[in-house]
């Protein structure tokens, strides 16, 4: 059997020049490593294969000096949180990207006090409220797109007031009108007749697929009986 060689310094140099260019996490990078230069590799007859032990002594000795593990952390939860993203989803995405959970969740406490305020920005956040409020999106859904905790729902809410005071109605005939005009299976909608006119035409059977509909788009139940029942 063939004796292992030394580390290849075109292996250590990839090393670098990848965590210099993408800054992924510790783990990923040794997954990188192993996925282009282990055992399982198409390059390792060229360089020989390294081993765990071998990726792990290029990180712990030829890396030391440039890994910047927590600081990558926190900017990327600063550019998720510039992005308007939620708690769940800067976790989520931390996990993917393979940092270590104890090192994120710590930074998360301590620098962005998680437990004591909420992450959401309200002047930024407010843009895509209003996104949503503007496609018809129901208060529910908009509120559940972005509250995870206590904190949260303080400056939603607060948005949320502010824009649904005097339009909730408005926004759920507009979306009962698309599903009326994609249901037509339902009954045969004549465009010149009111929509109360419609609605006490349909069975009770009709009228509750319909509500169902509604409901499956985070409208409150009694609301969208109040607009069926309306008669203008």
Do not use: H
Request: hydrophobic share 40%; no cysteine.
């Amino acid at each position: 059997m063939q004796e292992k060689k030394e580390i290849s310094q075109k292996v250590i140099n990839y090393a670098i020049w990848y965590y210099l260019k993408y800054f992924p996490s510790i783990n990923k990078l040794k997954q990188k490593l192993d996925f282009k230069f282990g055992p399982k590799s198409e390059r390792w007859e060229k360089y020989w294969w390294i081993f765990e032990a071998d990726i792990n002594f290029i990180i712990s000795e030829k890396l030391i000096n440039i890994l910047v593990e927590k600081e990558i952390i926190t900017s990327t939860i600063n550019n998720y949180i510039n992005k308007w993203k939620n708690l769940f989803y800067i976790k989520s995405k931390l996990a993917e990207k393979m940092f270590i959970k104890e090192d994120y969740e710590e930074i998360l406490v301590k620098d962005f006090d998680i437990e004591n305020s909420s992450l959401l920005n309200a002047d930024k956040i407010y843009k895509q409220i209003k996104t949503l409020y503007k496609k018809n999106k129901s208060k529910n859904y908009i509120r559940n797109k972005f509250v995870e905790n206590s904190f949260d729902a303080e400056i939603v809410d607060e948005l949320l007031l502010d824009l649904f005071s005097d339009w909730q109605k408005e926004i759920i005939q507009n979306e009962l009108e698309k599903i009326i005009r994609k249901k037509q299976g339902f009954a045969i909608l004549y465009w010149d007749n009111t929509q109360y006119e419609y609605l006490q035409n349909l069975s009770f059977t009709e009228k509750q697929k319909i509500m169902q509909k509604l409901v499956g788009k985070w409208f409150w139940f009694w609301e969208i009986k109040e607009v069926m029942e309306d008669e203008k």
